[in-house]
């Protein structure tokens, strides 16, 4: 199964997605391209290193409605089946979510429905649940809808919020132990075909 992975930064989600295939942890699955939102995303290097294509496809440069058409005509182009989100801190436009749809999935670092939304992205999740004083976090793997992180929820992992944490030691344990574990296993779900999402919500297959 062909995907594209959209980043924006450090790449350490679609790192975890190529060292799941290289160890034949994560099965029928091919990075066809990464696609980043800026040409100082780090993870575009991680591309090269592992040799799969990148791009770069810019709202800021080309407006949102050029921005949603180049997107949706690049995936058609490479055949992605599914398109991943991982660290990618922008939005995809409204074709783009709507010819894709229960077909983009998206990695967010809390626990939704909790700390999430427009402007909830990055360190700001952590920092907003130390300044709760919340006792656990964790990560999220959604479908994508039109709206900020509030397509049907695929997968969850939690951790303790430790009293001496600060916002990028939570940050750090949270990419480490939930991000990195449930994002390949929501792309190897989807690759298996268990994945089915009925009124709003994912049902697992058997
Ligand atoms: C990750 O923590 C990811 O969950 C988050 O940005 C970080 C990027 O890390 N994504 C969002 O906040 C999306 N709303 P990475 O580039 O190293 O994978």
Request: charged share 20%.
């Amino acid at each position: 199964m062909k995907i594209a992975v959209f980043v924006s930064g450090g790449g350490t989600n679609l790192q975890a997605i190529i060292d799941r295939i290289t160890s034949g942890e994560l099965t029928n699955v091919e990075i066809a391209e990464v696609i980043a939102s800026n040409d100082s995303a780090f993870a575009i290097e991680r591309a090269k290193i592992a040799g799969i294509p990148s791009k770069v496809i810019s709202k800021k440069i080309l407006g949102a409605e050029a921005y949603d058409e180049a997107t949706l005509s690049e995936l058609e182009s490479i055949g992605a089946e599914l398109v991943v989100l991982a660290g990618f801190l922008s939005m995809l436009g409204p074709k783009t979510v709507k010819a894709y749809a229960n077909r983009i999935i998206n990695i967010h670092p809390a626990l939704i429905p909790a700390f999430c939304g427009q402007g909830m992205y990055g360190i700001r999740p952590h920092e907003a649940v130390l300044a709760k004083g919340v006792k656990v976090s964790g990560a999220t793997v959604h479908f994508v809808n039109e709206h900020y992180d509030e397509g049907p929820i695929i997968l969850q992992k939690a951790v303790d919020v430790l009293p001496d944490d600060t916002a990028e030691t939570l940050q750090k344990r949270i990419m480490k132990e939930c991000e990195q574990v449930i994002l390949p296993k929501a792309i190897q779900l989807f690759a298996d075909g268990k994945l089915e999402v009925v009124d709003n919500l994912v049902k697992f297959k058997n």
